[in-house]
């Protein structure tokens, strides 16, 4: 199908993807491919920016975007954003091609100064040091703006706030990340916030990991450890890891027939 032209004056994008109600200027363009293409990190696919809730005519016709450009094995939808960084105890602009050559955990928490969402960022804050061994970065994100973190950054644990805080939250006061990565919460009470979400981006910039839950329920940073291991380890020794594996116990050879596999079947599943 013929791709339609743009109606916004100011969009730079070409392709543009966005939709009839494209808000891309010179300044901020929009993620997708067309305009992204010079971006190591830049998505794959059609512009998250202006995604309805589901698609229909007439935006059906502007080359097909799909709900989430953020999908396993693909390029990382590329950010930046103003944050506030604990470990600086400042502000920073943070790009996502900052850590082009690292393991990245990037979080995002519903809203600052609730409930569940400190137990969380303290814990992956405490984790860092931890995460910064294997070469891996902790980013959390939010919709709050970067002053709104800074309150909540200086706030001490005791009172509900942050304080010390290790790592940097990013402000996504515009929406445009948490689109971008498919966990915005489009509608209710909380509408604007951001689900639960977690995402795994190798020193490639590829998404290995998706994970997103409702917001009553916290996550558990040492699964998000023992995964980025195991996936350090599946890229260097070509071996899969099995259900529940951690560093030290067995892997296996995906191939059918090994007679390593077949021992460990009868070694690990056999005995019950």
């Not at 470990?87 to 900052?98: G, M, P, S, V, W």
């Amino acid at each position: 199908m013929e791709q339609q032209k743009c109606p916004n004056p100011d969009c730079q994008c070409n392709p543009c993807n966005c939709g009839p109600d494209c808000k891309c200027t010179k300044d901020q363009p929009c993620l997708c491919s067309g305009c992204g293409k010079d971006m190591p990190f830049s998505s794959v696919g059609g512009c998250p920016m202006n995604f309805p809730p589901m698609m229909k005519p007439p935006f059906g016709k502007w080359g097909g975007p799909k709900p989430c450009c953020c999908q396993i094995n693909e390029p990382a939808p590329y950010f930046e954003a103003e944050a506030w960084s604990g470990a600086d105890n400042d502000f920073a602009h943070i790009k996502l091609t900052d850590y082009k050559d690292k393991w990245v955990v990037l979080f995002f928490y519903p809203m600052d100064f609730t409930f569940v969402c400190p137990t969380e960022i303290c814990a992956f804050s405490d984790a860092a040091e931890n995460f910064a061994k294997i070469n891996t970065v902790i980013l959390g994100a939010s919709t709050d703006n970067q002053y709104v973190h800074r309150e909540w950054a200086l706030r001490d644990r005791k009172q509900g706030g942050l304080a010390p805080l290790k790592i940097p939250i990013l402000s996504d006061k515009s929406q445009r990340i948490a689109k971008a990565y498919g966990c915005l919460i489009r509608k209710g009470p909380d509408a604007g916030a951001t689900y639960r979400a977690t995402y795994i981006i190798d020193p490639k910039g590829l998404v290995r990991h998706i994970s997103i839950n409702d917001t009553p329920v916290g996550r558990s940073i040492d699964e998000v450890m023992r995964l980025v291991q195991a996936f350090q380890f599946t890229d260097e020794h070509g071996e899969v890891c099995p259900s529940n594996w951690k560093p030290g116990k067995k892997t296996m050879k995906p191939k059918a027939g090994d007679p390593d596999l077949k021992k460990y079947f009868e070694d690990e599943l056999g005995k019950k």
